[in-house]
T-cell receptor
Framework: GNSVTQMEGPVTLSEEAFLTINCTYT??????LFWYVQYPGEGLQLLLK?????DKGSNKGFEATYRKETTSFHLEKGSVQVSDSAVYFC????????????FGSGTRLQVQP | EADIYQTPRYLVIGTGKKITLECSQT?????MYWYQQDPGMELHLIHY???????EKGDLSSESTVSRIRTEHFPLTLESARPSHTSQYLC?????????????FGPGTRLTVL
């Protein structure tokens, strides 16, 4: 079956530091890949996505590239802000069937001023 | 901006009570989902709907039930709540017509069963 493995947290960074959150996946076929963000007390918001190999998703300074050869979709940001403190989830959906999301375990990011 | 709503946002009840968690979306999406988020943050699919009168169990076994009588409404019911049901419940929807379509999430209901 499908699975997603992501970097355990919490990750604590100083403001303006570089961020990488690793994510690897196992899936058959050609899944779509997503990063969702969850702020305290809220639901999940889509941060970015990629639907085929070598696609790069980007939003709000965050980027991730769909690497089929390494089955990875690492999240990066060049300069984090305090407002980026949240929990980040890597997820995939299959290319067939119900296309429900399979999530990683989430990584809590804390950015200190 | 996604329009998907969940009520109540927080619910504290005693063991044995029947509860219904409401989820509504105004986007006309055919596909709707319920996910359970445990205290360790992991999310698991517990129910899925393709459309009106079509529901399936998800990957994680759940004692809850769902119904889909109208496109916009996908309520979740627990007939007799127990402390093991304490969790956050997230509802989502997608139009399901394109590859890699986005799922939009509601704000969640945090349920505590005493």
């Amino acid at each position: 079956g499908n699975s997603v493995t992501q970097m355990e947290g919490p990750v604590t960074l100083s403001e303006e530091a570089f961020l990488t959150i690793n994510c690897t996946y196992t899936a058959t076929g050609y899944p779509s890949l997503f990063w969702y963000v969850q702020y305290p007390g809220e639901g999940l918001q889509l941060l970015l996505k990629a639907t085929k190999a070598d696609d790069k998703g980007s939003n709000k300074g965050f980027e991730a590239t769909y690497r089929k050869e390494t089955t990875s979709f690492h999240l990066e940001k060049g300069s984090v802000q305090v407002s980026d403190s949240a929990v980040y989830f890597c997820a995939l959906s299959s290319d067939t069937g119900r296309r429900a999301l399979t999530f990683g375990s989430g990584t809590r990011l804390q950015v200190q001023p | 901006e996604a329009d998907i709503y969940q009520t109540p946002r927080y619910l504290v009840i005693g063991t044995g009570k029947k509860i219904t968690l409401e989820c509504s979306q105004t986007m006309g999406h055919d596909k709707m989902y319920w996910y359970q988020q445990d205290p360790g943050m992991e999310l698991h699919l517990i129910h899925y709907s393709y459309g009106v009168n079509s529901t399936e169990k998800g990957d994680l076994s759940s004692e809850s039930t769902v119904s889909r009588i109208r496109t916009e409404h996908f309520p979740l019911t627990l007939e007799s709540a127990r402390p093991s049901h304490t969790s956050q419940y997230l509802c989502a929807s997608s139009d399901g017509t394109s590859y890699g379509d986005t799922q939009y999430f509601g704000p969640g209901t945090r349920l505590t069963v005493l």
